[in-house]
């Protein structure tokens, strides 16, 4: 369809194919291509300009906080409340991007690279 200009996808090997998919029949600088999770290699794929952008998570957090959650509540029946003003525990993301929309937070690939896993 010649009307797409925006590609998300589940990850960020996911948006490197998607990429090399619409650089081989020459659409490459016509699409917007966007992904999830943050790892190094896609933050790289971010400053190459392969993906527009990739929501950075943090999955040491994630499995940091997840465990002290268990032991809280082996040890006193404790759970885990939602963060303020959510109904769920936010662990944090950060969308990243070297061309920020206005008035959509983010960071850059220099700070996604400092934070970036794997």
Request: aromatic content about 6%; charged content about 20%.
């Amino acid at each position: 369809d010649p009307g797409i200009n925006v590609i998300h996808t589940i990850n960020e090997p996911a948006a490197v194919g998607a990429y090399q998919a619409l650089k081989a029949v020459g659409l490459e600088g016509n699409v917007l291509i966007v992904s999830v999770d943050g790892g190094c290699p896609g933050v790289k794929s971010v400053a190459e300009g392969v993906i527009g952008a990739t929501s950075q998570q943090y999955p040491l957090q994630m499995a940091a906080l997840g465990i002290e959650a268990i032991a809280a509540f082996a040890k006193d029946g404790t759970k885990p409340k939602p963060t303020e003003g959510k109904d769920f525990f936010d662990t944090g993301v950060n969308l990243v991007t070297d061309k920020p929309a206005e008035g959509v937070k983010s960071i850059d690939t220099k700070e996604g690279l400092a934070k970036c896993w794997g």
